[in-house]
């Protein structure tokens, strides 16, 4: 089992930066790294994704502004998000697949305000 932690989040204003971190209790290097985020009364969506090889895909409204990374040495991942917008305000939770498996973090607020 993989227990998941996510920092980083916070209060910006439109147009800043901030960094996520996701630090894993154990080895993530064979496994599917993503970040989502989840506003009340919506479905949490996918934001970015990283394989263990080092592929990323995002979703639409993120391209060009926002960058998932990863080190296994660390077991952690990254989400770097630059150009925040007011509907970027979420909680961020971090996610790894396991074949079977997936693990969740508890999630980290992030504010944008206009």
């Known amino acids: 089992q993989v227990q998941l932690v996510e920092s980083g989040g916070g209060l910006v204003q439109a147009g800043g930066s901030l960094r996520l971190s996701c630090a894993a209790s154990g080895s993530i290097s064979i496994m599917v790294m993503s970040w989502y985020r989840q506003v009340p009364g919506k479905q949490r969506e996918l934001v970015a994704v990283i394989t263990s090889g080092g592929s990323t895909n995002y979703a639409n409204s993120v391209k060009g502004r926002f960058t998932i990374s990863r080190d296994n040495a660390k077991s952690n991942v990254y989400l770097q998000m630059n150009s925040l917008k007011p509907e970027d305000t979420a909680v961020y939770y971090c996610?790894?697949?396991?074949?079977?498996?997936?693990?969740w973090g508890q999630g980290t607020q992030v504010t944008v305000s206009s």
């Open positions: 996610r790894a697949d396991a074949g079977l498996y997936a693990y």
